[in-house]
Each structure stands twice: as structure tokens, then as C-alpha cells.
């Protein structure tokens, strides 16, 4: 089998589970009333809020491998440029969207919760 033709594999997989990934975020997350502390604590406490944060952001990462892939399977077509166009597009919106991951990682961890508010900062989000 040609390198080509197993990036291209791989690529299909990596869309696969990319699809799987975000139809088990939500499905994990649990959903509390997240405008109360009571209730962002109790969603953000638990593993399913950091295993379904992980699954998403897994199917962020995986989303512009496999447009990569899609790209060199339609390379020898007019849609490549298409193609090209999508998977930049994948990069930057991955690249802007993992960091809110992030970010709400770190807010977790520092004992913030959606529905708190400090005296410094009240009404802010990340």
C-alpha cells in the first residue's frame, strides 16, 4: 500500500473519531443548572465533565488531520483547492477554539465556578 493511499486511511479514521468524539461530548457532559454554584459545581466536580471536555477537544485536534487527508484523496481533482481551503480553515478554527478548553480548565481548577462571583472579578467569564 502506498504512503499516499495509508494517510488517506488514516485521515478517514481520524474523521471517524472525530464524529464519535463529539456525539459523546454532550452525551457524557452532565448537565446540572450551571447558573447556580450548587449546580456548576456539581456538573464541573465530576469525571464525566472532564472526560466529555476531553472528547471534545480530542475531536478538535483530529478534525483538520483528517481534512489533510481528504485534501491529498481529492489532490489529483479540481476540488483540491477546496479541500486545501478547508483543512486551513479546520487549523485556525481549532486553534481558536482549544484554548476556551483551557481556559475553563484553569478557571476550574482555581475554584471558579460559571454561576460564582468574586469581588474582584463579578460577572466575568472566560
Known sequence: MSTSATRIRAGAVALAAAGLLFV???ALRP???EGTIAGATTSMSSTAWVTAHFFAMLGFILVPLGLLALR???APTRAEPLALTAAVLAWIGSGLVLPYYGAEELRKEQGHSGGEE???GAGQDV
Request: aromatic share 16%; charged share 15%.
Open 31 to 33: 448537565w446540572h443548572d
Open 118 to 120: 468574586d469581588g474582584a
Open 24 to 26: 459523546a461530548y454532550p
Open 72 to 74: 491529498a484523496a481529492l
